[in-house]
């Protein structure tokens, strides 16, 4: 059984991750996707957030599970028994730092090997940081994240600019 985890920060998670996931899903027997409690950044969702919104966009897909880790990805990787590691590849840019993690990551856990998918055309530019950045100035988000994910956005930036309609 070929098992797979997707680590990031999905914050939020976009309609280019969730291409990402829906790809994995079908060639793999199990994804768990990896969201990231890193105490370094001040997310714009909890961590509890950001696992909800994912369950909720990826229940489509019954091979698909959620879980939560901080530290190294390839520590996570080995505690949940994966095999794989994927990574979506937007950008040469993108392949440069991706590649040298992945080739880390070989060197620290051996047994852990990175799949590599290319982003659809249609989400090649779309990153999170974007997301947020059309949202926080109250501009429509639907072609970068699913009606849940941009219902929770518009409420997040009304509590910020202190319940102010826009």
Known sequence: MARAIYPGSFDPVTRG???????AARVMDEVIIGVLANSAKTP???????????????AQWPNV??????GLTV????????????????A?????YEMQI??????VEPNIDTMFFTTSLQYAY???????EVACYGSDVSSFVT????????????????????
């Open 17 to 23: 991750h969730l291409d990402i996931i829906g790809r």
């Open 44 to 58: 714009l969702f909890t961590v509890e957030e950001r696992v909800e919104m994912l369950r909720e966009c990826t």
């Open 65 to 70: 599970q959620v879980e939560t880790f901080d």
């Open 75 to 90: 520590e996570f990787a080995r505690r949940m028994k994966a095999d794989v590691m994927v990574r979506g590849l937007r």
């Open 92 to 96: 040469v840019t993108d392949f440069e």
């Open 102 to 107: 992945a080739q880390t990551n070989h060197i």
């Open 126 to 132: 779309l990153s999170s940081t974007i997301a947020k």
């Open 147 to 166: 009606p849940n994910v941009a219902r929770r956005m518009e409420e997040k930036f009304r509590e910020k600019r202190g319940g102010a309609a826009r």
